[in-house]
């Protein structure tokens, strides 16, 4: 049986980006087009699509644009 993934090893750009300099939010929004964002002090630094096929494939979008 392989072994599990952590979340860090699955998504190393977006643990890092969270634990180092920002936040991210997951879900619909009243003002933004995008399922997945992510911010830091300054600001927006990613949105994603409207919507996923999958929460994993909407992570994946958010590790790979921050």
Do not use: H
Not at 23 to 50: C, M, P
Not at 54 to 66: F, P, R
């Amino acid at each position: 049986m392989p072994k599990s993934q952590t979340f860090s090893e699955k998504y190393p750009y977006l643990s890092r980006f969270v634990e180092e300099q920002g936040w991210i939010e997951i879900g619909e929004s009243e003002y933004i087009n995008s399922f997945v964002r992510a911010y830091d002090l300054g600001g927006t630094v990613y949105q994603g699509k409207a919507s996923y096929p999958s929460m994993e494939a909407a992570l994946k979008d958010l590790d790979l644009g921050i």
